[in-house]
């Protein structure tokens, strides 16, 4: 069988090289987990916005995509488009505060660009930026700062 030192020499062979890698293997075990994370939250809000998406397409009176100077709008049209409105700042806030972090990785400066862009077009819109005091009453504070600001750059 094996001697004292043999096995003095494994216990010392384990606690170098496996301890570490066994540390090193969950390290890279939660990454993964947290990335898959933040892979199905990114997944679920751009699923989010293909159903706002849906909506938008369902109200085409409402010229919600068209490059056209907007229309005058009838009491039922205003009230849809108010409520349109309220949804996609709804679901930018959501993505704001599940998404959006001061020091970002590159995968996660990347997937807050893109909700940043739809902020961004959404702005763009002078009835938007103009309802936007309204929708932003009683949202998250810091969200309605960013997008305050963002809307001013765009306006």
């Known amino acids: 069988m094996f001697e004292l030192e043999t096995w003095e020499l494994l216990s010392y062979v384990v606690t170098v090289?496996?301890?570490p890698l066994a540390?090193?293997?969950?390290i890279f075990e939660q990454r993964k987990a947290r990335e898959n994370e933040e892979d199905e939250v990114y997944q679920l809000l751009s699923d989010?916005?293909?159903e706002f998406l849906k909506i938008a397409l369902a109200n085409p009176d409402l010229r919600l995509?068209?490059?056209e100077k907007a229309i005058e709008l009838n009491q039922p049209q205003r009230e849809r488009i108010a409520i349109v409105f309220e949804m996609l700042v709804s679901l930018f806030e959501r993505a704001y505060l599940l998404l959006y972090c001061e020091r970002m990785t590159p995968m996660q400066a990347r997937r807050w660009s893109s909700w940043e862009d739809y902020m961004r077009d959404w702005c763009r819109r002078p009835d938007f930026r103009a309802a936007l005091p309204a929708l932003l009453k009683g949202e998250d504070p810091e969200f309605a700062s960013y997008l305050e600001a963002l809307a001013a750059k765009q306006g």
């Open 65 to 67: 995509f068209s490059g």
């Open 23 to 26: 540390i090193g293997v969950f």
């Open 17 to 19: 090289i496996g301890f």
């Open 48 to 50: 989010n916005y293909q």
